[in-house]
């Protein structure tokens, strides 16, 4: 299955992957035809130099596949429906998150002296030795969006983070995203802040290679 692909690079990471996170071969076959390889690529400027603080990009993906969820391919979804199918499918959902994710809380609330807040979704990442945060938007992703979520990792980091853990990463999970509201955003550069975009369809190769390029023009 691995042998059918082109790339050295991809059959060497699907090789590593598969041997480190002891995948199935339902497992296996699901990431190659997701394109997992491709969509960690779209994280990273220098797939090939990734050391130090970068190294949690390997971890990040753009877009996120969802279709093991099974929702409408089309319509207006709100995002209450969204949180319960992912935790309805949360084993399938963390192996789209990659390696090294356990499952803390969903609606997590944080609390100031003032305000409560309440966060989609929280993981833990073992092997980055941190918080990743999730905040669901099932519409355009926005600079409001981008704001709320800033906010959310400061006071997590503030609040939450214990004495050994690493920053707190925040990945807003969005329908759909403007790369000029990115590129402009606090988002660029940023090592703990990042939009991702879901696909509730597996698209084909094709498909995929286009919507990376298309990307690609806005770094």
């Not at 992957?17 to 220098?46: D, G, P």
């Amino acid at each position: 299955m691995i042998m059918r692909l082109e790339s050295p690079e991809a059959i060497e990471y699907y090789c590593k992957e598969t041997r480190e996170q002891q995948w199935t071969v339902r497992q296996l076959e699901r990431n190659i035809k997701s394109h997992s390889y491709q969509r960690l690529l779209a994280t990273q400027t220098e797939p090939s130099k990734l050391s130090g603080d970068s190294l949690h990009l390997e971890f990040i993906k753009d877009p996120y596949m969802l279709e093991f969820l099974q929702l409408p391919e089309t319509g207006q979804l709100k995002e209450s429906k969204l949180e319960q199918a992912i935790i309805n499918e949360l084993q399938k959902f963390l192996l789209e998150l990659g390696k090294g994710f356990s499952f803390v809380a969903r609606q997590m609330r944080i609390s100031t002296e003032t305000s409560h807040f309440y966060i989609d979704l929280v993981f833990y990442n073992y092997l980055l030795k941190c918080f990743v945060i999730i905040d669901l938007k099932t519409n355009k992703l926005s600079h409001q969006d981008i704001g709320q979520m800033d906010m959310y990792v400061r006071m997590f980091d503030d609040l939450k983070r214990g004495e050994d853990d690493n920053p707190t990463i925040g990945i807003i999970l969005c329908d759909s995203k403007d790369e000029t509201i990115v590129k402009y955003s606090v988002l660029e550069g940023s090592q703990q802040l990042f939009a991702s975009k879901y696909q509730r369809v597996l698209p084909t190769e094709e498909e995929l290679i286009a919507e990376l390029a298309r990307e690609k023009r806005f770094d």
